[in-house]
Structure formats: structure tokens, C-alpha cells
């Protein structure tokens, strides 16, 4: 299967987080949206996600230490979609400056809101819930 995901999670507390190269970044207590997509198997993307003990390499294997995914959608394509997610994400939410964009020209790929309220637009767009 190849597609976009988005992974929501919660960050029960401020926190500060080192986020690899970029060092320590500064993350209010809430709700994230990560979206990344995945050509070569969506499923073992999120499932080396949500593995405790991996080798930190993106910006997100940082930040899943420290925050609970709480859902996760996929939505399949043969394309890579993710930034056109992205870029409707950015209308609405709080972009986390240049987190999981390192390969493309988007602004972010991490998201915030302080209640959680992004299900609307995830239906929107066409995602559907994915458990593991």
C-alpha cells in the first residue's frame, strides 16, 4: 500500500525536545499532526513509527519519543500527496517552522492545535482511520 499518513498525537506537558540537527526546540503542551507520506509500504512506515526502538533519523523519530499517537489515518495514492496535505493543514493550524520538510519547500510537516480539533479537516480530505 503507498499513500500519505497522519499521525495525531498529544504532548501532555511544555516541553523541550532535541530534534536532531536543529538541537532544542520548544513544544507547547497539546495536539500535533504529523504528515508524511510513504511510496514503498505505508504500513511499515507507520509501523516503524510506532516502534519504541528504532534509529532516530527523521525529525519525528525525535518528537515520538516524547508525545502519545492517539490516532492515525492514512489516505492511499500512487502520489506523493503530503505537501498538498500540508499546505491545507497551514490554512487552518500552527505550522512547527521547518519540521519534516528537510526534502521538500513546504513550511512544515508538524502541526499544532491546543484542543485536538484537527478530525474535521482529516475527513475532509479523505483520510480513513488506520489501526495497526
Do not use: P
Not at 43 to 54: A, D, G, L, V, Y
Request: glycine content about 8%; hydrophobic content about 40%; proline content about 0%.
Amino acid at each position: 500500500m503507498k499513500g500519505t499518513y497522519i499521525l495525531v498525537m498529544e504532548l501532555e506537558k511544555d516541553s523541550s525536545i532535541i530534534i536532531g540537527k536543529k538541537g532544542i526546540m520548544i513544544f507547547e503542551k497539546g495536539w500535533y499532526c504529523y504528515i508524511g507520506s510513504a511510496l514503498n509500504g505505508l504500513e511499515q512506515r507507520i509501523k516503524r513509527h510506532m516502534r519504541s526502538e528504532k534509529k532516530t533519523h527523521w525529525h519525528i523519530d525525535y518528537f515520538l519519543k516524547k508525545v502519545v499517537v492517539k490516532d492515525i489515518f492514512i489516505k492511499e495514492s500512487m502520489e506523493k500527496k503530503e505537501c498538498k496535505v500540508a499546505k491545507e493543514f497551514s490554512k487552518r493550524f500552527t505550522g512547527i517552522s521547518l519540521f519534516g520538510c528537510s526534502d521538500c519547500i513546504c513550511q512544515s510537516h508538524l502541526f499544532y492545535e491546543k484542543n485536538g480539533e484537527f478530525l474535521d479537516l482529516i475527513k475532509d480530505l479523505g483520510f480513513i482511520s488506520f489501526s495497526i
